[in-house]
């Protein structure tokens, strides 16, 4: 229980015997570092209860708490701010409570109130790149922290392996391929794909040219290049079963799914279950039909069916064109139907999708509501920004994307060169370093992304995020490390102290216990504003408390055996969650450094 916690109904109690009145809430804020207590009690807002004095409500409530309340030993007024102190006892009880908890500011899922978040969701026809990094490591990240917030969780993505893209790339491949596989290249199928996705790209603009130069305007040429054209033939080819068209999808869709499950791997995200376009983009025909009857969608002259949503500050959405075939969102509507019949404890689902898909889910969220389903209240679109690089944009049909894998490697590399410089692994094995090099390099790729609030766009810099000083992933492993390097040093076993030791706490042991406090508190707030931005920056600020304690406070060193018991057992708290919280980034924490 947090200090805020166990001082709320004792606030309100030493109100209403006071002045016989009741007050509903009570605001707590920090206190500042330049005034003596732990928290402080902002007396401004009871001035509508009690017309007096807010200085003087401070005193008068002060003096009822120090008398009443045995966790708070002193307290001093400035203005209308109550500032408090808490006495040891309370930490120390605190810290006997959690710290053999090894999953500390975790609370167990449920067994029903189910989340479903999807991420990922690529084409099948390019490798994953630098904007789908962003994309598995928030999906994943805010499925973690849902289950630490106490939700059952599927994590889920719906792959988009039809369409005009990989008729491009089949197209290419039947050209100009040769009979080339990721075997006989030893490239990873899904890179072997992309390649292909840009050949046809380069041959299209070669078609687009000679067409202009026959004197076509550049936008009918565009639509009559033989490529394009010969593309969408087999694009009809394939909605129509044809045998050889589906044999060839089936074959390089193949290649690029054992690509993608490698860059997965290596990324450190997974998924409990996985839709393919192929099977529902004919979802959602029935419920369209279902919402003209209840008057949810009408049909224009031409046959085509819409929902007008303008009443709701929207447009017009078409969800049925006028030959009876599905767009994107009658696709979307029956796709979020299936996942609940497939899984009816979901009671919500997370979408991680980019910010200029915001209106998209705007109207897909509505429309489902007007249909009826109560789930549709809990839908939520995890909107995130783009991933620039120093270099600028990445366009895939050009071939000038960061490709994920590459970048993986590269960030392990950037680890090593800023480790050989600083020298920090002398006396390491080669096999021990790489590990570390992967750790390190992946860590800060991962922390540089996540600490930023996901609507924000994002200037990404690997030399700058394998820093060892600053908010950094790397910066928060050192210290993870340093911490078990003082565990591997201690001279003692690590059980649990008695709650009857008393010890007189150094002020930076006490600013450090009121950080950890509040732990369980940011989960739970990550968890609600589907931000791990949250985790990462608490995170860097219980490093930094904990960096300043091991500055100022001799840890093997204490004159007092209880001392340096106490403060190894901190370290190792702090260390504890440390790991879980990084956990929850999908980030490891290496041993040593």
């Not at 606030?11 to 707590?28: P, R």
């Not at 007189?504 to 509040?518: M, V």
Request: with cysteine; charged share 25%; hydrophobic share 40%.
């Amino acid at each position: 229980m947090t200090i805020q916690e166990t001082l709320l109904n004792q606030v309100k109690q030493a109100f209403k015997a006071l002045y016989s009145k009741e007050i509903e809430t009570v605001e707590f804020q920090a206190t500042r570092k330049d005034f003596e207590g732990d928290i402080t009690v902002v007396t401004f807002p009871m001035l509508r209860v009690i017309k007096m004095n807010p200085a003087q409500l401070g005193e008068d409530l002060g003096k009822y708490l120090v008398e009443n309340v045995a966790e708070v030993k002193d307290f001093n007024v400035v203005k209308g701010f109550l500032n408090l102190v808490i006495d040891d006892s309370f930490y120390i009880n605190f810290f006997n409570n959690i710290k053999a908890n090894a999953t500390y500011g975790f609370v167990e899922p449920a067994k029903d109130d189910a989340v479903m978040v999807e991420y990922s969701s690529p084409n099948t026809n390019k490798p994953l790149h630098l904007g789908h990094i962003r994309n598995n490591l928030l999906g994943y990240s805010v499925a973690e922290i849902l289950k630490a917030s106490g939700k059952k969780v599927y994590k889920t993505q719906i792959i988009n392996d039809r369409g005009i893209h990989i008729c491009k790339s089949m197209l290419a491949w039947e050209r100009f391929g040769n009979g080339e596989t990721p075997e006989i290249t030893g490239l990873k199928g899904d890179k072997l794909v992309g390649n292909y996705y840009v050949k046809f790209d380069q041959e299209y603009k070669k078609e687009i040219a000679d067409l202009v130069a026959q004197g076509i305007p550049e936008e009918d040429a565009k639509k009559q290049a033989p490529m394009l054209l010969e593309a969408q033939e087999m694009l009809r080819k394939w909605e129509a079963g044809d045998e050889e068209t589906v044999a060839l999808w089936k074959t390089m869709n193949g290649w690029v799914y054992n690509g993608f499950d490698v860059t997965y791997k290596n990324l450190g995200v997974d998924f409990d279950n996985l839709y393919y376009e192929s099977d529902t983009y004919l979802l959602g025909k029935e419920f369209v039909t279902e919402g003209l009857k209840t008057g949810v969608f009408y049909k224009k002259e031409d046959g085509s069916v819409w929902c007008d949503l303008t009443e709701d500050g929207l447009d017009e959405k078409i969800v049925l064109r006028a030959d009876g075939t599905a767009v994107y969102m009658t696709q979307d509507i029956g796709t979020a139907i299936q996942r609940i019949k497939d899984c009816p404890d979901v009671g919500g689902m997370v979408y991680t999708v980019g910010n200029e898909q915001d209106y998209h889910f705007k109207v897909l969220f509505l429309i489902l509501k007007k249909l009826g389903f109560d789930w549709a209240k809990n839908l939520y679109h995890l909107s995130y920004g783009m991933v620039d690089l120093p270099s600028g944009k990445m366009k895939s049909r050009e071939g000038t994307v960061v490709d994920a894998d590459d970048l993986i490697v590269e960030m392990a590399e950037t680890a090593k060169e800023i480790s050989q410089e600083l020298g920090k692994l002398d006396g390491y094995t080669e096999a021990e370093k790489e590990t570390i090099y992967n750790t390190i390099g992946l860590g800060a790729l991962k922390y540089f992304i996540l600490k930023v609030d996901p609507k924000k766009r994002i200037l990404f810099d690997p030399k700058e995020s394998v820093d060892f000083q600053g908010n950094t992933g790397p910066f928060i492993q050192y210290t993870y490390a340093r911490i078990q390097a003082i565990l591997r040093k201690a001279e003692f076993s690590n059980d649990i102290m008695s709650s009857a030791v008393e010890i007189a706490l150094h002020p930076k042991e006490k600013e450090l216990l009121k950080q950890l406090q509040l732990f369980p508190e940011v989960v739970q707030n990550a968890a609600t504003n589907h931000s791990p931005a949250l985790i990462a920056n608490y995170t860097y600020d219980l490093v930094k408390e904990f960096n300043s304690f091991y500055q100022n406070v001799s840890i093997l060193g204490a004159d007092k055996e209880s001392d340096k018991i106490f403060r190894v057992q901190l370290s190792n708290t702090v260390g504890n969650t440390i790991k879980n919280a990084f956990s929850l980034l999908g980030i490891n924490v290496p041993e040593r450094m």
